[in-house]
Structures are given as C-alpha cells and as structure tokens.
Nanobody, 116 residues
Framework: QVQPVESGGGLVQAGGSLRLSCAAS????????VGWYRQAPGNERDLVAV???????AYADSAKGRFTISRDNAQKMVYLQMNSLKPEDTAVYYC??????????WGQGTQVTVSS
C-alpha cells in the first residue's frame, strides 16, 4: 500500500553535496510525517532529519547546519539536501513514511559514501 523509494545516493568527496529523494506512493502524502535515517555497518539505524505534514522540521545534532529536509506534496517527494559531507556521513540512508492509523513504512535504502 505504501512504498517509499529512495534515490540520489552515490560516492562523493568530503566537502561535497548530495540530494537524496524519497518518493511515496499509496498514501495521502501531505499529512504524513517523513523521516530520513541512516545506518552504517555495525551501527544502529539513527534518525537524521524529520519533516511533518505541516512542514515542521527537526535534525540530529550531526546534521544541523549541513543537511536540509524538505518536501513537495504535489509530487509526493521528500528531499534531504546534504552539504559539507564528511566521511562520517557514510551510511545507507532510509526514508520512513508514517501513516496515521496504519503504521510506518520503510524504503529500501540508498548508499551514500563520502571519501576523504
């Protein structure tokens, strides 16, 4: 019913930028809270940024000042603009869509690798 799909990952040099995209389907997207999470090998999956249906945002300390989450409800898209990337940002990045009265739905993830 709900199938988030991430894209935009890749290999970049430290200091560079990437924009990740999360495309949703099967939901009334404008009311959904969407979060970006990341998981590095051997680590837990941690929240990076979140945006509500009304546009309120919050960020992990590691992302503040460098990452920006935004959404385009008409296109059912959520973006994560990542600037000033560091090797520590290397991880698989996942999109999670929260559907009221249903649950949380995860995408398959997109790999971000930041080289020194």
């Amino acid at each position: 019913q709900v199938q988030p799909v991430e894209s935009g990952g890749g290999l970049v040099q430290a200091g560079g930028s990437l924009r990740l995209s999360c495309a949703a389907s099967g939901t009334f997207f404008s009311i959904n809270t969407v979060g970006w999470y990341r998981q590095a090998p051997g680590n837990e999956r941690d929240l990076v940024a979140v945006i509500t249906g009304s546009g309120s945002t919050a960020y992990a300390d590691s992302a503040k000042g460098r990452f920006t989450i935004s959404r385009d409800n008409a296109q059912k898209m959520v973006y994560l603009q990542m600037n000033s990337l560091k090797p520590e940002d290397t991880a698989v990045y996942y999109c999670k869509v929260v559907v009221p009265g249903s649950g949380s739905y995860w995408g398959q993830g997109t790999q971000v690798t930041v080289s020194s």
